[in-house]
């Protein structure tokens, strides 16, 4: 009966339906009638207090190794610096033929009575290389006035200089520089040096020196062309220049083909959308068009800029501007008159741009009346005109007109630029005009013949700003 109680007991355990509320009791039973060995109580004990103790042990020994580890590291640093002081000392100590035994050094010979160096050592007495003569111990070389020059540091065991850096292993002082390459101090000037014995004071130096070279007007390019010659794979860019004063510029190369060849420096840029008029000029604004002319004037008059080309000898100009007409401008009409036959005076309605003193002509940019006209007032180039131009502009000229009616205003003639040959704009009796070389460089070329002259940009008008005016918006110059 008891046998098929207990097994009824343990079917209940397996079985699936157990309700959770019994389970704590149907485990009361099955202890109770199985009667399970219990386990002594001092087992038990031993066992929670194993527990308690296995994880403080582990922390100590842990820790233990740690210390042990840190004491080894320090001893190895300690025996490292120990090491470097008695190498600092050994040599001056085998040099004296009275130093101690306990080195390793013969008293009488000041050589170490031990050597492993090569063939020929004389282990059992003085401990010289009979090949060599030299103290392997010691680094002595007893035949070349103590000069250690195969075995170990090349230090002069008398001097106490290393022949190869040039340091004294006692003082520490580098015998060429007069640097202690410990306190980083030069003896001599008491320059103070950093922790690689390089002074401060000597880093300045180079730097002043470097600085000199850099600015050297002979270690520098002098133009953009020469730049070029010197490195052909240059590209365009801004590039340090000398000047011929011994300065040095910042100034822009365009080393890509202009004007029929490379290696232009430029000499001056404008752009009236990020630059202020220059001095001198007066600000046009019409809406969103902006333009630099002459100042108020009743009569006749030029504005007047120059660009120094910085002392390069040049044979080539290359450059371009863009402007806007103004109320009636004429070009040249009334040729004959005096004042068109001056470059000195307002011999163009337009831009003059000349070389030097006394001026020398290179370009002149003319406003006509009108594109639709071969009036006197037009542009020489137009279809059918007869106007005549000045003998000392011969061809070196463009001219274009904003107004596309044979009548003019007092008005901003736009969008419509001057001298820029856009072809949509380049229209009528105009478009002869727009039919030249380099479209829309301007271009000149002496040849053989160099200068140094500065190049000078005018605004010119030969009546009051009231009534015309030429003024632009930009441009830019090179030379080569």
């Not at 079985?15 to 109580?41: D, F, G, M, W």
């Not at 929670?48 to 582990?58: A, R, Y």
């Not at 003085?126 to 035949?143: Q, Y």
């Not at 660009?307 to 100009?317: H, K, L, R, T």
Request: charged share 15%; with cysteine.
């Amino acid at each position: 009966m008891e046998r098929q109680q207990k097994q009824t007991i343990y079917e209940d355990l397996n079985h699936n339906s157990i309700i959770e509320t019994n389970v704590y009791e149907l485990c009361q039973v099955a202890t109770t009638e199985e009667r399970r060995v219990k386990q002594p109580e001092n087992i038990k004990e031993r066992k929670d207090k194993e527990v308690m103790w296995n994880k403080p042990i582990i922390h100590t020994v842990l820790l233990s190794l740690i210390v042990i580890l840190l004491v080894g590291i320090f001893c190895l640093m300690l025996f490292h610096i120990i090491g470097k002081d008695t190498i600092s000392t050994t040599g001056a100590t085998a040099g004296d033929t009275t130093g101690a035994t306990a080195t390793g050094v013969n008293a009488t010979t000041g050589v170490s009575s031990t050597c492993t160096c090569t063939t020929g050592n004389n282990t059992t007495s003085t401990g010289v290389n009979t090949t060599t003569g030299v103290n392997t111990t010691t680094g002595a070389n007893t035949t070349t006035d103590g000069v250690n020059t195969t075995c170990t540091t090349g230090v002069n065991v008398t001097t106490g200089v290393n022949t190869t850096t040039g340091v004294n292993v006692t003082t520490g002082v580098n015998t060429t520089t007069g640097v202690n390459v410990t306190t980083g101090v030069n003896t001599t000037t008491g320059a103070s040096t950093g922790s690689n014995g390089s002074p401060s004071g000597a880093v300045d130096d180079i730097l002043l020196i470097a600085q000199k070279l850099y600015n050297d007007s002979t270690a520098l390019p002098t133009s953009c062309e020469q730049l070029k010659i010197q490195h052909p794979t240059t590209g365009s860019g801004y590039y340090i220049l000398a000047a011929a004063n011994g300065s040095t510029y910042t100034a822009y190369c365009k080393m890509g083909l202009l004007c029929g060849s490379i290696g232009w420096t430029r000499i001056t840029y404008f752009n009236i959308y990020g630059q202020s008029c220059p001095s001198g000029f007066r600000l046009y604004k019409s809406g969103s068009y902006k333009a630099c002319g002459r100042p108020v004037t009743n009569s006749g008059s030029c504005a007047s800029v120059q660009f120094p080309s910085n002392g390069i000898s040049y044979s080539q100009i290359c450059g371009r501007v863009h402007g806007y007409q103004y109320g009636s401008t004429d070009a040249i009409k009334y040729v004959s008159s005096s004042y068109r036959k001056d470059i000195n005076s307002y011999y163009v309605d337009g831009v003059s741009i000349t070389r030097g003193s006394p001026r020398q002509h290179v370009w002149t940019l003319m406003a006509g009346e009108s594109e639709v006209t071969n009036s006197s007032g037009s542009c020489p180039c137009n279809t059918g005109s007869s106007v005549s131009v000045q003998s000392f502009i011969s061809n070196n000229y463009f001219c274009e007109s904003g107004n596309t009616a044979s009548s003019t205003s007092n008005t901003l003639y736009k969008p419509d630029q001057l001298w820029d040959h856009y072809s949509y704009y380049c229209r009528s009796l105009e478009s002869p005009c727009c039919n030249v070389p380099y479209n829309p460089w301007f271009h000149r070329d002496y040849g053989s013949n160099t200068t140094t002259d500065y190049i000078e940009l005018r605004v010119c008008g030969d009546e009051g700003t009231d009534d015309e005016d030429s003024p632009v918006r930009f441009y830019e110059i090179y030379v080569k």
